[in-house]
């Protein structure tokens, strides 16, 4: 099992900036991918990115292309989103997930936290 908890969500005006971070533990060694995905009300989830833990490589929605950063940390297990020039629409619940890359299924998701932008 993998277990994920993310932090680092809150309140931002239109245009400002968040970070947030997704700590793993557990069998981590059968994951390679941690992904950022969100929800916001009354829509389907939805990928926002995803990074290689090994080789790093990374790619992006691209409504978030340019203005979101993903990143990870290997000596702290942990991943980053760095959020940048956030707009109204990026207003949702965000969670990070873990699966192999091999695989197209994420199986494992942390409890998300909220993000929300004001005008």
């Known amino acids: 099992q993998v277990q994920l908890v993310e932090s680092g969500g809150g309140l931002v005006q239109a245009g400002g900036s968040l970070r947030l971070s997704c700590v793993a533990s557990?069998?981590?060694?059968?994951?390679?991918?941690i992904g950022w995905f969100r929800q916001a009300p009354g829509k389907e989830r939805e990928f926002v990115a995803r990074?290689?833990?090994?080789?790093?490589?990374?790619y992006y929605a691209e409504s978030v292309k340019g203005r979101f950063t993903i990143s990870r940390d290997v000596t702290k297990n942990t991943m980053y989103l760095q959020m940048n020039s956030l707009k109204l629409e990026d207003t949702a619940l965000y969670y990070c997930?873990?699966?192999?890359?091999?695989?197209?299924?994420?199986?494992?998701w942390g409890q998300g936290t909220q993000v929300t932008v004001s005008s």
């Open positions: 990074i290689n833990w090994i080789s790093r490589n990374t």
């Open positions: 997930a873990a699966g192999a890359m091999t695989s197209a299924e994420y199986p494992y």
């Open positions: 557990g069998r981590t060694s059968s994951t390679n991918k």
